[in-house]
């Protein structure tokens, strides 16, 4: 079981940066790949980013590549987020993964454990 903690959310005004954490605990967490995705209002939950256990790779989706940056301690995952545009709004949730892969990373059925997500808003 690993549990999954997220916090630095919050409203910022677009243009603006957030830094959002996860931290995760529980046995062997620190073997398992990360990911960040998040929910809008009205819209389907989506891939932001995601790193493998190691750190060594890294995964974004097409809409923050160049924006938003992952990285990891041993149990801690976090999400920096730049150059912030009104559409970012929406709950982000941390997730972890036993397993993943480059075809899979975006999936949101392969992540195992889900936090309980934070709200970031972006205001024009």
């Known amino acids: 079981q690993v549990h999954l903690v997220e916090s630095g959310g919050g409203l910022v005004q677009a243009g603006g940066s957030l830094r959002l954490s996860c931290a995760a605990s529980?046995?062997?967490?620190?073997?398992?790949?990360m990911g960040w995705f998040r929910q809008a209002p009205g819209k389907e939950r989506e891939f932001v980013a995601a790193?493998?256990?190691?750190?060594?790779n890294t995964y974004y989706a097409d809409s923050v590549k160049g924006r938003f940056t992952i990285s990891r301690t041993k149990n801690t995952v976090y999400l920096q987020m730049n150059t912030l545009k009104l559409e970012d709004t929406a709950v982000y949730y941390c997730?972890?993964?036993?397993?993943?892969?480059?075809?899979?990373?975006?999936?949101?059925?392969?992540?195992?454990?889900w936090g309980q997500g934070t709200q970031v808003t972006v205001s024009s």
């Open positions: 529980g046995r062997a967490a620190s073997n398992y790949a």
């Open positions: 790193i493998t256990s190691s750190g060594g």
């Open positions: 997730a972890a993964a036993r397993f993943l892969y480059t075809n899979s990373a975006a999936i949101s059925r392969m992540y195992d454990y």
